[in-house]
Every structure is written in C-alpha cells, then in structure tokens.
C-alpha cells in the first residue's frame, strides 16, 4: 500500500484482506500462517524476492522468445506477465516521424487496492491516477464512457464499473456476477501500466501460495530424520500444482515460507501488506558508455524499500529515446526495446514477518514423498495452451505480407 489512508478507508481496505484470507482453505492443522502476528515486537520483517520477469515463455521455449512474447504490448502483458510484475511501454515519436520506445512504466501494485478506492472514495483513485499520468483522466476512462459523474452510482455499481474498465473481473464471484469480462475494455491501464490486472497477480493469490508453503514439509533422510521438502516434493502434491513451481513467483514465495515453518516459525505479512519493488541493478544499463541520467530512473509510490513503481527512461521532455540505452548481459551490450530486458533486473515480492524459531512438534510435520520424478518444466500444460498459441499467433502477426520479390529462375 503506497498511500497515507484516513482510517475509515484504511479500515475498509484491511476488511478487503481478512476476507480474501477467509476465502483460503488454510486446511487443518496450518498453525504457522497468520494475517497478524499475536507479538509484532518478537517478528522479524524478511523480504521474499524473485525476479519480475515472466518465466514461463522462457521455460517453454527459449529467451528470445520470451522476450519477444512478453514485449508485445497488451497482449503479452495479459498473456504472461504473472510474477506479480507488470509493464508497459510508452512510445514516442522521434524527428524523423519513427515511432519508437520512450519509457517503460513498471507496477507491483495489487487491483484490489485500487477496486477499494475505486468503490468508496473516487476522487482519491483519481487524484493517485492524474499523479502517476501528470494529466487528470475523466471520469469515463475509469468507470466507462457511460458514466459522466461516479457518485451517480452505489457503491457495487462503482466498483463493476470500474473492474469492466480497467481490471476485468479477476474471478471475483461478484464481478463475474455482474458481467464483468475477464479482460477490461477500457485502455488506461493497458497503454499505462498503472497496476496489475493479470487475473493472476491478485490479493487471493498471493495470500494462497503463501499459505500453501507456510506448513513444516519435510522428507524422510537415508538415516531416518527429516530435512525440509524440496520444491518439486511441495509442488507434486496436488494436480496442477507442479506448473507453479517453473515460476519465478510461486516457489520463491512457497519455499520462503515452508522453510520458515521447519523452523517452527510463524508467518505473516509484515505490515503494509504488497508487492514491493525491492532492488533495481540499474549499473548494467549504459547511455553513451556512461552511467544513465538520474531522471531516467524514478522510483515512485511508496517509500523508500517499500517502492511499487517504476519509470526507466527518457522523460517526456528529453529528446533521447529508450533504444538509446544498452543493456550489458557477460559479454554483449545491446540495446534496450521493451520491458522485458528491465524486469530482468527488477526484483519484486513481499515482505514478510516471521516468529521466533520454536520446536516443531512432530506431529505438525508434512512428510512427503522423496519423489524420483523432477518437474519438467517445458511439459507444463502452459507451454501447449496459453504460450505456444501466443507464438503462433504472433508469428502470423509480424509475417512479411504483400508480394514477394527477388530473382527470377530460368534456364
């Protein structure tokens, strides 16, 4: 949460939280997650970072590939940018009339925060929104072209309204109710990356695959003790599961957590609950052989440590473009065309609060089996239904059209 809230909406936010945590299936026995820790004082605040991003078109098939696909505006974005990271790319034209890649915009912040304000104080949604833009949107690019004034609407109303602009439904059970489309119609937050919307990124999320670790899982050793499950063990409990693990995300955050619990600690958010951005190795991008301009990279609403957006690049104002910086991977520079290649260098995650280290009482341990069979990551369903198609489809998108022309053969 980047935000000073007066109590009231900061009341009604944590109310958000408590019941996307009741709507989990914490399951009998998980003694070692909880929402808010019983001593505060005894925790200690430990970030849990990954890299921001997306693995899955890497993992399927290749990093040209995954750079390609994850750079190809909205539609890659909602494809594929599920590690709780999400970027747009602000274009520009240049003298010569060549449109070209300006700015990337990168956001952690959760949609549920801003369907909060979206639903009971408009006026603050819009003032956060006209901040991050430097322009005051209207009314209608946040709550549809129908809706000249928000405060015609009850509460349910706003918040539908706004999920079909800007967030889609999010498989929230009201929103999908109320006809809400999973994507949103509106292009605010596609051509801005204001926050997440891919369904994925969401508060329910989060909070589940944090719960789902934060259990002491542990395996049998060759001298009969137990040392703490691996992830392809966590990760074959249940169908489905083992896809998560190729994530830059799902084990970061499942591990983090089930170690802490081998160690009988507690876990919880620390307090404010997000996604932060945490570190930035910004010394790889050069401009000109040298350092970039301080401008180019801005840090934004949140604190310091607790940032969840970022701006890299030219400012509107400078003349230069954002092909203009190299990025220096071993032994090749090259220039930088799109979000991908920054996530690469943006990790992001929670900050978590853990207990004291306390016994494990045996019974509260998860033996699982010490399966002989590795999670094979390329054989993840995702790679077949949702990033093959996404290729394909932008393989058909950038084919050479129109006649083609060269020598002619002959005898």
Not at 113 to 125: G, K
Not at 181 to 196: K, R
Not at 220 to 235: K, M, N, V
Request: charged letters at 20%; a negative charge; glycine letters at 10%.
């Amino acid at each position: 949460m980047a935000d000073d809230l007066p109590p009231a909406l900061l009341d009604r936010w944590n109310k958000v939280i408590d019941r996307q945590f009741q709507l989990q299936e914490p399951g009998p026995g998980n003694m070692y997650f909880t929402l808010e820790p019983e001593d505060p004082a005894a925790t200690q605040r430990v970030p849990v970072t990954w890299f921001g991003n997306p693995a899955e078109p890497g993992f399927c098939f290749d990093a040209t590939t995954a750079r390609a696909l994850s750079d190809w505006g909205v539609r890659g974005r909602r494809a594929l940018h599920n590690e709780y990271c999400e970027y747009a790319v602000v274009t520009a034209t240049d003298n010569e009339g060549r449109v070209r890649p300006k700015r990337v915009q990168i956001t952690t912040e959760l949609p549920e925060y801003y369907l909060m304000l979206a639903e009971h104080d408009p006026e603050r949604l819009r003032g956060i929104v006209t901040g991050m833009l430097g322009s005051e949107p209207r009314w209608q690019e946040l709550y549809g072209p129908t809706v000249a004034d928000p405060g015609q609407l009850d509460p349910a109303g706003r918040r539908a309204a706004f999920a079909r602009q800007l967030t889609g439904h999010g498989f929230h059970a009201d929103l999908v109710e109320a006809e809400v489309p999973q994507d949103p119609v509106g292009s605010l937050n596609a051509v801005n990356a204001l926050f997440m919307a891919h369904p994925i990124n969401g508060l329910d999320d989060l909070l589940y695959i944090v719960m789902f670790g934060a259990r002491p899982y542990a395996r049998r050793t060759a001298e009969g003790g137990l040392e703490p499950a691996g992830r392809d063990q966590i990760f074959r409990q249940k169908p489905g599961l083992a896809a998560l693990a190729c994530r830059h995300a799902d084990p970061a955050a499942a591990l983090a957590a089930a170690g802490a619990a081998f160690q009988g600690r507690t876990v919880s958010f620390a307090d404010p609950l997000g996604m932060y951005i945490h570190h930035f190795t910004s010394d790889v991008f050069l401009f000109e052989g040298g350092p970039l301009p301080d401008p180019w990279i801005q840090l934004s609403r949140g604190r310091r440590g607790l940032h969840q957006r970022l701006e890299f690049g030219p400012r509107d104002e400078d003349p230069h473009f954002l092909d203009e910086i190299t990025v220096v991977q071993g032994d090749t520079e090259e220039p930088v065309t799109g979000g991908y290649q920054v996530t690469r260098q943006v990790q992001v995650g929670p900050v978590v609060a853990l207990g004291p280290a306390l016994p494990v009482p045996p019974q509260d341990f998860v033996e699982l089996p010490d399966s002989s069979a590795p999670i094979h990551c390329r054989d993840a369903s995702v790679c077949q239904d949702v990033v093959g198609p996404l290729r394909e489809a932008f393989e058909a998108a950038h084919r050479p059209t129109g006649p083609v022309t060269g020598p002619r053969g002959g005898r």
